[in-house]
């Protein structure tokens, strides 16, 4: 057995703040918390004063359910870019991450997906995938190659779940499309969270969606119509949904300061601080490529070349924690909205998100200005 005790931190899990507590490891796995000095000995004991300085705040791993690459590298091309972009974001507190890819051919998704699938066998960090297309609608493509965009046909919904072997764990669909609903249906039948996203749809159109069981609003504010006193659209029939996790980008282009704050008054408890981090993040400004879309990275905002639109972020979730409390959100609330919200969208609630004991091992050191100081990812997903 081997064990780790954290001591003398803030911690801040489940919504909650404890200060002076610890946390004891073993075997990738939390056994016991506490406060003061009331921790035995253990293999490795590690002072969280020493290594990030007074007020040094301990959490849960970080989990981001909607991602594209990072240091350079994609996620869309292949085990070797996905590791590499991982490591970056690993060392800003991600331990665990969905692999978002975006449009592409049928055939491409799906050697894709059943390539994920595969990785996970060997990299613990990884949880599945998220589809962000090609289901999405024309008017809304954002950073998506137009060309490739498609309704969601059984059939097709159905091949691309199958090829990912039950790792698929999210598929953003817009609603309105033709047989945009059942699609929906059939990403919840196979144990897959549906989200609405990159859409036109209006707020009944949305409801429906939800009805029909999805439980996640992609990037929330982007590629949907926005509030409007009359027309709600989709942000404020999710936020009025207890049944719905809106997603964030924390990065003070994709959302205002100001709007940052609005999406956690609005929907307390249901934000997940997503990156939408492309291969640019972590690394310099210049060109690359977001699937069949070149995106130009100027001050580290990306758009894409044809159309101007942003085209994913440069974020990192420890930047996206640090934007929320500036804009005035609770520490401990933006935490939960990077940790236990987003694990319990994509069907890991019960094991990740929570410095509890029986829960996987992953935990963040922070220092008072909220930068990363120790990272562990725990035990393997079981």
């Known amino acids: 057995m081997v064990s780790r005790v954290i001591h003398s931190a803030r911690l ?10 610890w946390v004891r490891f073993e075997d990738g796995y939390v056994t016991a918390v506490g406060t003061g000095r009331t921790w035995t000995d253990a293999d490795t ?3 969280a ?3 990030a300085g007074q007020d040094a705040v301990l959490t849960p791993g970080f989990v981001d359910i909607h991602a594209h690459g990072g240091a350079g590298a994609s996620f869309d091309d292949g085990a070797d870019a996905i590791r590499i972009a991982r490591d970056l974001h690993r060392a800003h507190g991600t331990t665990r991450s969905v692999i978002s890819l975006v449009t592409a051919p049928l055939d491409v998704l799906a050697e894709q997906v059943s390539a994920i699938a595969d990785l996970m066998r060997t990299d613990a960090d990884i949880l599945g995938s998220h589809l962000e297309g090609p289901f999405l609608d024309p008017a809304h ?10 309704e969601p046909a059984a059939a097709d919904v159905q091949r691309l779940l199958d090829a990912g072997r039950g790792t698929v764990r999210q598929v953003t669909i817009a609603p309105e499309l033709p047989g945009g609903l059942d699609a929906i249906r059939i990403v919840v039948a196979a144990g897959s969270a549906a989200a609405v996203g990159h859409t036109s749809a209006d707020a009944a159109q949305t409801a429906a ?13 982007n590629a949907m119509p926005g509030i409007h006193h009359r027309e709600p659209g989709p942000v404020l029939t999710a936020a009025a949904d207890h049944r719905v996790v809106l997603e964030g980008i924390a990065d003070n282009v994709h ?31 210049g060109s690359y490529d977001l699937g069949a879309v070149k995106v130009t990275v100027m001050d580290g905002i990306a758009r894409a070349d044809d159309t101007g639109s942003i085209a994913g972020s440069t974020l990192t979730q420890d930047v996206a924690l640090q934007r929320s409390v500036q804009a005035g959100v609770p520490l401990a609330d933006a935490v939960r909205a990077l940790t236990a919200t987003p694990a319990h969208a994509v069907g890991f609630g019960e094991q990740l998100g929570n410095l509890a004991p029986g829960f996987l091992g992953d935990a963040v050191v922070l220092d ?3 930068q990363v100081r120790h990272v562990q990812t725990g035990a393997r997903i079981r």
Not at 209 to 221: E, M, R, S, Y
Not at 269 to 284: K, N, Q
């Open 12 to 21: 801040i899990t489940d919504g909650a703040e404890t200060p002076d507590s």
């Open 255 to 285: 959302l205002h300061p100001t709007v940052i704050r609005l999406l956690f008054d609005s929907a307390p408890g249901r934000v997940a601080l997503v990156t939408d981090a492309m291969a640019a993040a972590g690394s310099a400004d």
């Open 368 to 370: 008072a200005r909220l």
């Open 49 to 51: 004063i020493e290594i």
């Open 209 to 221: 969606a939800f009805d029909a069981g999805a439980t996640i609003l992609t990037h929330a504010f």
């Open 141 to 150: 493509h954002g950073a998506h190659e137009p060309s490739l965009l498609r």
């Open 45 to 47: 004991v590690v002072d």
